[in-house]
């Protein structure tokens, strides 16, 4: 084994290179510094030095951002308070996305509803192109009365959908049963508050009542996990409070108390399952259908 010593200054360009990789993450956590606003003419408006971002929407127009960074695999949290009061006909997204026609997709959507109705929430995961892969709930409290967390965990295995740290959804990987997964495409985060009521409440019946805008969503607290797609051999935490470097998303599952709680979830609240859908489904269920949920 060679003891030979690098050069001093080779030794400090080496340790500040490794520094810029494990902190390139770490050093965000700021709306300014991780995204960009992507439409609106104005109206997403980033507030308190970074910590606040609200998107707004009126008959004229809605609003949304985008990451500056490409991420492929990590976990990704932020904390989301929904458009208070009558929100039927509006949609906030929420998702991870690639471009192009094959692209991969892992999707939040919050579908807006008639004052005291439930809001609805809907996922779906597209891999190379391909989705149909709608679950939908109803939350089991008002997400318009505080933030709450909505988290991502993408590994190599599985797709994992949480609502303050309460799994609601696993996608697995099944590509030994030919499924496509979404594992080699880096996906940015897109967020956008619209209108969508030709279908978003109660299949369109119910449209958007113009003389309650402007409607308004918050977000704070984005934490990203991840490896960016610039440097995947670097997957750093956002968060300042975390351990750098910390890589449990890598090969999280769910454990007994974890699987109880996505039982919980399905029984008490999910209102659509296209694993369910047979009409949709005549020459068969998808592959993945056939496999435990579990």
């Known amino acids: 084994m060679c003891s030979c010593k ?3 200054n080779m030794v400090l360009f080496l340790s500040l290179f490794t520094t810029s990789l494990m902190v390139m993450a770490a050093s965000a956590g700021n709306f300014y510094q991780d995204f960009d606003v992507t439409f609106g003419d ?3 408006k980033i507030l308190n030095g970074g910590q606040l971002l609200t998107l707004n929407l ?5 609003s949304g951002f985008k990451s500056k960074n490409e991420y492929l695999l990590g976990r990704i949290d932020m904390q989301i308070k929904l458009v208070t009061g009558n929100s039927a006909g509006t949609v906030t997204a929420y998702y991870l996305s690639s471009e192009g026609p094959t692209h991969d997709e892992i999707d939040f959507e919050f579908l807006g509803n008639l004052s005291g109705d439930p809001y609805t929430l809907h996922t779906n ?3 190379q192109g391909k989705g149909k ?6 939350l089991w409290f008002d997400p318009t009365n505080a933030f709450h967390t ?7 295995q599985r797709i994992i959908f949480l609502v303050d740290n309460i799994p609601i959804r696993v996608f697995n990987n099944l590509e030994t049963v030919g499924v496509p997964f979404p594992k080699n495409q880096p ?3 897109y967020s956008s508050l619209w209108n969508a009521d030709d279908w978003a409440t109660r299949g369109g019946l119910v449209k958007t009542d113009w003389t309650k805008a402007p409607f308004t969503a918050s977000y704070r607290n984005f934490k990203a996990n991840a490896c960016t797609a610039d440097s995947t051999s670097s997957c750093a935490s956002t968060a300042s409070t975390n351990s750098v470097g910390d890589s ?3 090969t999280q599952g769910l454990d007994a108390a974890g699987r109880n709680r996505l039982r919980w979830v399905h029984q008490k609240f999910m209102i659509y399952n296209y694993c369910n859908d047979l009409k949709r489904f005549p020459q068969g269920l998808p592959a993945e259908c056939r496999r435990s949920r579990f």
């Open 6 to 8: 690098l050069p001093v």
């Open 42 to 44: 104005g109206r997403a």
């Open 58 to 62: 009126d008959q004229a127009s809605g």
């Open 125 to 127: 995961v597209f891999s």
């Open 133 to 138: 892969r709608e679950q939908q709930f109803q």
């Open 150 to 156: 909505y988290s991502i965990v993408w590994n190599t």
């Open 187 to 189: 996906m940015r985060i």
């Open 248 to 250: 449990a998303w890598q």
